[in-house]
């Protein structure tokens, strides 16, 4: 379905980029605007975009510490950011927190061209606007599989096989990349195999855990198996980390953001045969499953509450012009994301993202209490990585550790 | 002084404490006492770029109504504190039940998040406590030896380490005990063990934080020692050289005794700092493998959870905590005080 909107998407582009074309960079605002967001390639373009209307101030603070900011950041009144570029899991944190509005009336008002997909609708309230997908998928050395005269797996029991060939043959001795830092990031690789193996993380319809489950064990096993293949450092080993590693030359196959799979290569120093041999393919499977052990992610901006109708209305029309499809015929523009916005035509950076999407991944869920659980994750799990502790005490101790949070916050009793 | 005129003296400084250090510990107990009301939730139809379905979501409108009624919160009293985030009580009574030894009980209780960061917070502070300021000592007394020439050189290299941000010491450190790293090389190389990672390691991240620890904090001890050194009687000195002390001697009898009351309070200071471990945990990544009371409280704040009562209780039992660290150097000087008038 997902395929579908973008290909008619696809189709639309004429008529909404001539409109925009028909009036330039007209893009005229009477209040200040000021974004808070993270920093990657796209959130960048978005942010530049924004800044190029005249009337009045656009500032941006684009910052991968930009969770630890918008929200306070937005809580005073008048708020501080008028925008905050969020995705699925971090816009749940400015909802439970009450600090950003509704959009129907200005999507009515200036919202012409943007895509009915792009509207995120939470209750009938159009709370967000999207501009990009993303998820995790393989991203693998072509030439090192070649050697060894395998094709790129498909699921993470063919990936262990590769793993261990290319370790046989003695091309490289920790060929798996992983994003397994504590904290965030090792929480996240569990969600993905998590979901998997068929897991849910909660009780249907409830807020009470359900992660110490077989599919639990079976995630955490597999992610153990992994990182026999790993640098031994990979418990301080972020998305960044691992690029690095990759660039290096030193691993060759990794799960990785679509969002930076796309520029892996094209950093300063990269060796000749890592940018040759780079390839991209979609998420992978496991355990016999077939929904892939990935997430679906959006990317998109929000409005506060706590600021006047006029900023508001500004902010609105400076983040249409930051996401407008005419930026959408700069190749350069198009490779770094798999973009929602009308007149975007897939590159070949997009497949990985493309393929997730095809094959039904689960879109990282938007409950309140999602954070408490990837924080309870992120904290008690490095425990049994090391080999310190069973994976039944592991996920007892999450369980424990997101009761007394969810206890806490008033979702559990 | 008479007490009227003391009066006057010392209200400015009176008011700033109450407001800017009695008030906010004030609150800080406030907030761990309370925490947020039930949210209101419901399920309604959530659409995003992939599909529809229906997803719990805060209620806004009756969530804010119920906030603006008690917005202080529920009152929960000891609740937050006794949890397993905290003291956890029940699963420490749990575990001293259960375990058959004491090994075991202590495996358990190595599990909860805060006995945990105990366990780390008060090696680090033990150690790095006495080692710096021994360090910091043989340095001061090394450059009093120097010319005066050499003297100002040396010191702006000494302070070096103090100077350097924590963060950037801690990751450039980081980077070099990598295992492709300058320094993680040479370890494995010394151990003849090509696969050893200091950062996969429990113990060699101990190590290496308490290595940091020392290098970041002995400049403090240096200046204030170097800076007591200047203050020595050189008459007690040249007594002790005709005795025929040797130079041991001279520093194990006088110079020691002369800087005791500056060794008590560089201890001071730096148990209340070392106590607050924080920096070279985030710069070295090592949150796996070493947490501490700080790390608890940014981890809280930060991000996605914002538990701010959970933070709270947790800075009130460090306060609770250096206060406990500090009461035998407090004592101590209590007791020379009255021992002095």
Known sequence: ?413 | MKHRTFFWFFLPTGLAMLLFIAAPIVSVVMQSVFAPLEPVLVTVETCTPFSCVEETTIDQVATRELRAERPLGRFVGLDIYLNRGHLATTEVAEAWRSAETLGAFFDELGDLPFYRAMGFTLTYTFTVTPLLIILGLMIALAVNTLTQRLKGVVIFFSLLPMIVTPLVGSLIMFWMIDNRGVLGNFISWLVNDPDLSVKASTPMMWIALIVYGVWHSAPFAFVVFYAGLQTMPEDQIEAAQIDGASRWQQVRYIVVPHLMPLVTFVALIQLMDNFRVLEPIIGFNAAAHAQSLSWFILNDLGGETRQLSSAAATSVMTIIGVAILLSPVLVRTWRDFKGKM
């Open chain 1, 1 to 413: 379905m997902f395929l579908r909107t973008l290909t008619t998407a696809g189709a639309v582009t004429l008529l909404a980029s001539t409109t925009v074309l028909a009036d330039g960079h007209g893009c005229t605002i009477g209040a200040r605007v000021s974004i808070v967001g993270n920093e990657f390639p796209a959130i960048q373009t978005v942010g530049a975009g924004a800044q190029e209307c005249s009337g009045a101030e656009v500032s941006t603070n684009l910052t991968a510490d930009h969770q630890e900011i918008n929200v306070p950041g937005m809580q005073g009144n008048p708020a501080e950011y008028t925008s905050a570029i969020i995705a699925n899991s971090s816009i749940v944190a400015l909802m439970n927190a009450d600090v950003i509005r509704p959009l129907d009336d200005l999507v009515e008002a200036h919202g012409e061209g943007l895509n009915r997909n792009q509207l995120i609708t939470i209750g009938g309230d159009v709370m967000a606007v999207a501009f990009m997908a993303n998820a995790q998928h393989l991203v693998y050395r072509a030439d090192v599989l070649e050697q060894i005269g395998l094709e790129p797996p498909t699921t993470y029991e063919e990936m262990l096989a590769a793993a261990e060939a290319i370790r046989a043959a003695g091309i490289m001795e920790y060929p798996v990349g992983g994003a397994y830092a504590a904290g965030w990031n090792l929480a996240q690789e569990f969600n993905n195999m998590f979901l998997g193996f068929g897991g849910q993380h909660f009780e249907p319809g409830s807020a009470a855990p359900n992660v110490n489950s077989e599919a639990g064990v079976q995630a955490l096993e597999m992610m153990l198996a992994l990182s026999e293949y790993m640098n031994p450092d990979f418990l301080t080993h972020d998305s960044n980390a691992t690029n690095a590693e990759f660039r290096a030359g030193n691993v060759a196959l990794m799960n990785m953001w679509g969002s930076r799979a796309a520029t892996l290569v094209t950093a300063d120093g990269v060796p000749q045969e890592v940018v040759d041999g780079f390839a991209i393919a979609g998420p992978m499977t496991v355990g016999g499953g077939d929904i892939p052990a990935s997430t679906l992610w959006w990317d998109g901006w929000t409005v506060a509450s706590n600021i006047s109708d006029e900023e508001a209305e500004a902010t609105f029309i400076a983040m249409m012009n930051g996401i407008r499809p005419a930026l959408m015929e700069d190749e350069a523009v198009r490779t770094q994301a798999v973009w929602l916005i009308p007149g975007y035509e897939p590159t070949p950076a997009a497949v990985g993202v493309f393929a997730a999407a095809e094959m039904g991944t689960v879109p990282y869920p938007m409950l309140p209490f999602m954070g408490l659980m990837h924080t309870a994750l992120g904290a008690e799990l490095s425990d049994f990585m090391q080999g310190n502790e069973s994976a039944e005490q592991a996920l007892a101790d999450v369980e424990a550790a997101y009761i007394a949070a969810a206890q806490e916050q008033g979702y559990l009793q």
